[in-house]
């Protein structure tokens, strides 16, 4: 937000059309200055008055400061400063050059040039891989600025270069924001995700493997456990009838003494598949012969004594 409000602040100064416009484009400039402003100098003046990792280490001061260096070195912490006057430099060329267009790409080629210079001599980045992508964003700038001289009237170049030259710098610039997209995908942690599971897979088949050597790993799916389950080992602690735990005699022949089972029953006490009474008339089990029999009531007159 910082650069295009600067720009329309300082190119609304230029236009003088009504005096609420210009309040208005004023206020809006010390808001901005003071946001950007105020966040620096707290970091550099808690820079100044300790040490430097106490910048990354203060959780407050990193959780609302982090934005201005948190993707810089320790030691190039102050390089946000750079492109925050670049860019209100550029504003200026940009909103008070207007008139001259010649001024304009000179001064804005001088510009880039200066950015470009000072990430390669001081490479602020954290890796050289940052470095690298930071560079060729501040060339692939400088490039297309320095192309637009083409557009400059005093040289009279003839329209069909100057289109030419105008899609070159859509190409151009179409290819940093692809390139910057791709950059924008890698660093957003699908690489270090990738490299996780990697970890863990590799980790899991040595141990899988360590496990197999000892015997201990079960190599069966869940898909081997459908059946009939094993019988399990009866508790020892439960106590057993001895006496039903005989043998069954294998010879006609061999002889054995019956004892008594608590769990055994008379034959004659059992009533299954033998012929019920009709209803209202039930027998004792144990005294089939005198049976006592219930008779239906009478459907009118009195009930029998």
Request: with cysteine.
């Amino acid at each position: 937000m910082y650069f295009p409000f600067v720009v329309f602040t300082f190119y609304q100064w230029t236009l003088k059309d009504s005096w609420l416009s210009l309040l208005l484009s004023i206020v809006a400039f010390l808001a901005i200055i003071s946001l950007v402003s105020y966040p620096a100098f707290l970091t550099i003046r808690l820079a100044r008055r300790s040490t430097l990792q106490l910048l990354y280490s203060d959780a407050k001061h990193f959780a609302l400061q982090s934005s201005l260096y948190a993707q810089y070195r320790e030691s190039r912490y102050y390089y946000f400063l750079s492109p925050i006057m670049i860019y209100f430099c550029r504003a200026i060329c940009i909103s008070f050059a207007k008139g001259n267009g010649e001024v304009q790409v000179i001064l804005m080629v001088i510009l880039e040039g200066i950015a470009v210079i000072a990430h390669v001599a001081l490479r602020p980045c954290r890796t050289k891989g940052g470095d690298a992508f930071s560079i060729f964003l501040a060339s692939v700038r400088l490039l297309c600025t320095a192309l637009t001289i083409a557009f400059v009237e005093r040289l009279r170049l003839a329209a069909i270069p100057r289109v030419i030259i105008g899609l070159v710098i859509a190409a151009i610039f179409s290819i940093a924001v692809i390139i910057t997209f791709i950059n924008l995908i890698v660093q957003s942690g699908i690489k270090q995700l990738w490299k996780h599971g990697r970890l863990q897979c590799s980790a899991r088949g040595s141990s899988n493997g360590s496990m197999l050597e000892k015997g201990a790993l079960c190599t069966s799916t869940s898909l081997d456990h459908i059946g009939r389950p094993m019988n399990p080992t009866p508790d020892q602690t439960v106590g057993l009838d001895s006496r039903s735990l005989q043998p069954y005699p294998i010879s006609p022949t061999t002889t054995t003494t019956e004892q008594p089972s608590l769990y055994s029953r008379d034959s004659h006490t059992i009533t299954v598949g033998s012929l019920l009474p009709r209803r209202w008339s039930f027998s004792p089990l144990n005294s089939p012969t005198h049976s006592l029999q219930f008779h239906e009531p009478p459907s009118h007159g009195r009930l029998p004594r």
